[in-house]
Structures are given as C-alpha cells and as structure tokens.
C-alpha cells in the first residue's frame, strides 16, 4: 500500500541543524513530486514548497528561502527537509504530502508529520 | 501567491445539522485546482473534495464542493459526531500553493 513514512520527533537548540526524512513506499516515486507542509502548535497548515522528484529542482515559498532546503535520495524513494540555524518559531511539525504532476495540485497521500521542537 | 480566506474560523454545530464553509481566493482560479481537506486533532490532513467538487476516495456523500472563479463552498449536509475536525482549503493553481486559514468544527 502507499505509505509516506517520516522521521522520528527532534528536540534541537537554537542555532542547530535538523534533517527530515519522508520515504515513500507503494508507488513509482518519480511519478509524484513531494511537497512539504509547516504547521506550528495550534496553528494552521502553511506551504513550504515542493521538490520535482524526477530532476530533483526544489521550489521555494517565499517564507522559507534561504534555511531551507529540500534535497532528494531517490534511490531510496525518500525526500528529505533540512532546516539550518534552527529559530525558536521552527517550532512546528512538519508533513510532506505527495502531488501527481498530472493532477491538479492536490495531496493524496501525506506523511505523519515530524514534530521539531526548537529551545534552549 | 494567490491568498484563500477561509470563513467562518470556527463553527458549532448539532448533529443532523447542514454546514457549510465558505473560500475566497484573491484573484480567479479554475475551480480544478480547488481543493479541500478534514484534519482531525493530532493526524495528518486527508483530502476530503478535489477540483471543487469531486469526493475523494472513501469519502461519504455526505460531504460536498461547489464554486468557480473566485468564491468556494464547502458543505456537510448532516454533520455527524466524526466530523469533528479543522478543514482547510487548498489551491494548487499557481506555482506556489496556498492554504486557507482553518474553519474548527465542534459539536453542540
């Protein structure tokens, strides 16, 4: 069955680095592009952007240039989020969610989030 | 980026009743490139309607999408004690994707 499983809960202090790992299973990975979705304690759902599995180009949305980086393994079906020089408001958890580059934008299939909690 | 606003923020509703949530977006989309998601406490969000008005798999009649251009509904028709939950809609037209704020949905 298709499954995007992420990585496990990260504790971090300000100033840090953190990796998130999304792997995909069930499904031609290169046929969908994988998006990434912030959601801070008790807010809503904020795009982040998206990475084209199949060249591995990441899109940006204009919050979240510059410390963040989507990057690939595609031999591993797995996209992964790093968030450099952590801030206190990284505080979120973080979902990826995949996209059919036929279809009209909409998430399917979606991980089951990575809680980072950043603080001294 | 094109931005949704999502409305009510919240909603009390009893069981039986019809609710219906309302977005709008900033400038004019195809109503294909709509879409809309229930994300219950502590889960990931799952896709409800896409392209305005199409059930996504799994997903019981009662629930349903309406709209074009600029303004979007979304509609339980007898909301049940399982519908308790966020929902937030989503556009995917432009480059880059956009969510609505969030309308909670409790239970009277």
């Known amino acids: 069955q298709i499954q995007l499983v992420q990585s496990g809960p990260e504790l971090k202090k300000p100033g840090e680095s953190v990796k998130i790992s999304c792997k995909a299973s069930g499904y031609t990975f290169t046929d969908y592009a994988m998006h990434w979705v912030k959601q801070a304690p008790g807010k809503g759902l904020k795009w982040m952007g998206w990475?084209?599995?199949?060249?591995?180009?990441?899109t940006y949305a204009d919050d979240f240039k510059g410390r963040f980086v989507f990057s690939l393994e595609a031999s591993a079906s797995t996209a992964n989020l790093q968030i450099s020089n952590l801030k206190n408001e990284d505080t979120a958890t973080y979902f990826c969610?995949?996209?059919?580059?036929?279809?009209?934008?909409?998430?399917?299939?979606w991980g089951q989030g990575v809680m980072v909690t950043v603080s001294s | 980026a094109i931005v949704l606003n999502q409305s009510p923020s919240s909603i009390i509703a009893s069981q039986g009743e019809k609710v219906t949530i309302t977005c709008r977006a900033s400038s004019s989309i195809s109503s294909n490139y709509l879409h809309w998601y229930q994300q219950k406490p502590g889960a990931f969000p799952k896709l409800v309607i896409y392209?305005?008005?199409y059930r996504a798999s799994g997903v019981p009649s009662r629930f349903s999408g309406s709209g074009s251009g600029t303004s979007y509904s979304f509609t339980i028709s007898r909301v049940e004690a399982e519908d308790v939950a966020t929902y937030y809609c989503q556009q995917g037209s432009s480059n880059h994707y956009t969510f609505g704020a969030g309308t909670k949905l409790e239970l009277k």
């Open positions: 990475i084209n599995t199949y060249t591995g180009k990441p």
């Open positions: 969610a995949r996209h059919n580059y036929g279809s009209y934008g909409y998430f399917d299939y």
């Open positions: 392209s305005t008005s």
